[in-house]
């Protein structure tokens, strides 16, 4: 049997840590011949959670595709850790994040890509958010909820370039906010994010986005401690 795909696509050095990324296909992933061994892997609840979405969707996919996160979550936690996938407990914070003993980690998907970031230090807040290109405009719903710092840089751009940008920003901020841990509980608007002031960005952070010339847009974000 072939092994699974689970290869790191690259790897960033941070001020405080390393974080790799795992970029794959969904589909080829989700088709791998071995994915069904891992099933098991997952506690009785993510099983359960994996079904309830599935019977949500007509085409049976949202369930499998949630279900694929957490076991790709599980394969790239095992060697880290020392464990076996089943032996990976996940556990999850009050806003939702995925919390691991020993484990400082972080993930998101959008369409066919995935990606989890690991943290080398355990006590690293990390955050990690994907997305794909917003087509013509679709990011206009964020103006209103950003930074005024943020909304005074955007200035004149052209169409295509604020679309850009907006899909830019949205990821930092969702990696931000991963890392707190808060998810969308915070406000869009109390922390800048963006490029031109540096000096306005919150204390402790250390943020990359990442361009690799094909599928979604990526940012990483790691903190000095959970804020």
């Known amino acids: 049997?072939?092994?699974?795909?689970?290869?790191?696509?690259?790897?960033?050095?941070?001020?405080?840590?390393?974080?790799?990324?795992?970029?794959?296909?969904?589909?080829?992933?989700?088709?791998?011949?071995?994915?069904?061994?891992?099933?098991?892997?997952?506690?009785?609840?993510?099983?359960?959670?994996?079904?309830?979405?599935?019977?949500?969707?007509?085409?049976?996919?949202?369930?499998?595709?949630?279900?694929?996160?957490?076991?790709?979550?599980?394969?790239?936690?095992?060697?880290?850790?020392?464990?076996?996938?089943?032996q990976v407990e996940i556990s999850y914070g009050p806003?939702?994040?995925?919390?691991?003993?020993?484990?400082?980690?972080?993930?998101?998907?959008?369409?066919?890509?995935?990606?989890?970031?690991?943290?080398?230090?355990?006590?690293?807040?990390?955050?990690v958010d994907l997305e794909c290109l917003a087509t013509s405009r679709a990011g206009d719903w964020l103006l209103p909820y950003l930074h005024p710092a943020e909304k005074e840089e955007l200035g004149d751009l052209s169409e295509a370039e604020l679309t850009e940008r907006l899909t830019w920003l949205w990821t930092r901020k969702e990696a931000y906010l991963k890392a707190r841990g808060q998810g969308l509980a915070r406000s869009l608007s109390l922390d800048y994010l963006g490029w031109e002031y540096p000096d306005q960005q919150p204390p402790g952070l250390d943020m990359i986005s990442i361009d690799s010339g094909q599928g979604p847009l990526c940012s990483l974000a790691t903190l000095d401690s959970c804020l």
Request: proline residues 8%; contains cysteine; hydrophobic residues 40%.
């Open 95 to 127: 806003w939702g994040k995925p919390l691991c003993p020993g484990a400082s980690f972080s993930l998101s998907h959008s369409n066919q890509w995935l990606a989890i970031a690991l943290a080398r230090q355990a006590h690293t807040p990390v955050g």
């Open 1 to 86: 049997m072939r092994p699974f795909p689970l290869k790191p696509y690259r790897s960033y050095h941070f001020t405080r840590a390393q974080v790799s990324i795992y970029r794959l296909d969904f589909w080829c992933a989700a088709n791998h011949p071995s994915l069904e061994s891992f099933w098991t892997s997952l506690a009785q609840a993510e099983q359960e959670k994996a079904s309830r979405l599935d019977l949500l969707d007509p085409q049976g996919c949202r369930g499998k595709h949630w279900a694929l996160t957490r076991i790709l979550l599980r394969l790239s936690l095992c060697q880290p850790l020392g464990l076996s996938p089943g």
